[in-house]
């Protein structure tokens, strides 16, 4: 049966971000009802007139409407025990599903909403702006898990895993290892033939989505001698004979969002697991990062947004020498600069989530739109405790929490360092031509 998301998303999202997905039908003009072409090069034909990356339809208002109410009334209540405990509650999750929010992009025959990826990126922004320990975990559902099995599965694989992954299983993704971080492909996770099936030993760290995950997508080397091109990736089951989930991390921030290092012992894995084609694990992982980089932008632009919208509500109530404390002219130019840098985030993300639909290049953009928005978050949670004062520091608002699951973006899904590495080149190479 449709989810609620599922039945407003599967009338308008396959149709809503055609137009910047293909980049050759019409969209449509607020003031005109008629379809226009749009060029498939860098600028629009004479004559026509580009939607703002902010123009949404009215479908597509009607989900960021849904999504939100959604989280109001279902997580937030959730959210301070959540944190204080180290859990996700299991309502919160069972409501994702319910919700169609863990299959966003899946085809329907799967039973998934058979949306787009924008409106993966408008769910996650929205989600984050009550808790992004929530918006981390569908997040990688979407962005990560559902896009590699959906792209790369068999028909078989895709029956047993992606009907589930729509509607009652987490997925996990594994590629950091304790002495592979940053440089993820000297994994040292072997994966070794034996017949029609393969033995994985090894072990992963800092594993987000472990402790309520039902699958794994597990990195391994099949052929250390090739180097990062035998690294394979593997569909291991939870209940996999070997595979053990260590304990949790204890997190300064997303303290909901399990993280946890993985062990496999001996795990034996039937060649049919194998997810796309051995040795090009590699490229599945660059490629899942590249998209996954403004999953995480979205994260971090729904973070930034929810706590400044606390903020900015409590310097309009708040009262300090018979006026407002938002009056004061020096709180209106720190208020002002941050919703500017807000404003900046949001459209680097737009741009480059619309980017990837449309087929264009897009890895530049997707490394500016996370690192940037990790900037803003940061700034715009610092900023938000200051303008409480002694209340912002204190748990009785949700602005410290704001403050500290804000310091992962300039670290997982690629360290801001990474992000400006890889910019640089591509600027370098621009400028070759």
């Not at 279902?74 to 994702?96: A, F, H, T, W, Y």
């Not at 589930?164 to 070794?192: I, N, P, Q, Y």
Request: net charge neutral.
């Amino acid at each position: 049966m449709a989810a609620p998301l599922a039945r407003i998303c599967g009338k308008f999202c396959r149709h809503l971000s055609r137009p910047w997905s293909t980049l050759q039908l019409g969209i449509r003009n607020r003031s005109s009802s008629s379809a226009v072409e749009l060029s498939t090069g860098n600028e629009a034909m004479p004559g026509i007139v580009c939607p703002p990356l902010q123009t949404f339809s009215e479908e597509e208002n009607m989900m960021r409407e849904a999504v939100k109410k959604f989280a109001q009334e279902q997580i937030l209540p959730c959210v301070s025990e959540m944190d204080e405990n180290s859990k996700m509650d299991e309502r919160v999750i069972r409501g994702l599903f319910e919700q169609g929010l863990m299959g966003v992009e899946i085809d329907p025959q799967y039973g998934g909403t058979g949306s787009s990826f924008f409106a993966s990126i408008l769910v996650i922004e929205e989600l984050a702006k009550v808790d992004p320990s929530i918006a981390v975990l569908c997040d990688i559902q979407n962005t990560l898990i559902n896009t590699l099995l959906s792209k790369l599965g068999t028909e078989e694989q895709k029956q047993n895993y992606l009907s589930r992954l729509s509607t009652d299983m987490v997925g996990s993704f594994c590629l950091s290892e304790a002495d592979s971080g940053s440089d993820a492909f000297s994994l040292k996770t072997r994966a070794e033939k034996h017949k029609d099936y393969y033995v994985i030993n090894g072990s992963k760290m800092w594993i987000s989505n472990a402790e309520h995950a039902g699958v794994f997508l597990v990195m391994a080397n099949v052929d250390p001698s090739a180097g990062y091109k035998g690294i394979t990736c593997f569909l291991l089951d939870r209940e996999t004979d070997g595979l053990h989930i260590g304990k949790k991390e204890n997190k300064l921030g997303l303290r909901a969002s399990s993280t946890c290092p993985l062990h496999f012992d001996n795990v034996k894995v039937p060649e049919k697991n194998i997810l796309g084609h051995v040795g090009h694990g590699y490229k599945y992982a660059i490629g899942m990062l590249n998209e996954g980089r403004i999953g995480i932008a979205a994260q971090m632009l729904g973070l930034a947004q929810g706590c400044f919208d606390h903020a900015v509500a409590y310097t309009r109530q708040r009262v300090q020498f018979r006026k407002r404390i938002f009056d004061f002219q020096s709180m209106q130019h720190q208020i002002a600069h941050v919703a500017t840098q807000l404003e900046a985030a949001r459209l680097l993300t737009y741009n480059a989530a619309r980017l990837k639909e449309a087929g264009r290049p897009f890895i530049k953009e997707a490394c500016m739109a996370k690192y940037f928005t990790a900037e803003v978050a940061t700034l715009t949670t610092s900023k938000s405790i200051e303008w409480m004062g002694g209340v912002g520091f204190t748990k009785d608002y949700p602005v410290e929490k704001f403050y500290r699951d804000c310091k992962i973006g300039t670290i997982y899904e690629g360290t801001s360092n990474i992000q400006l590495t890889t910019m640089a080149k591509f600027i370098d190479q621009e400028y070759d031509q």
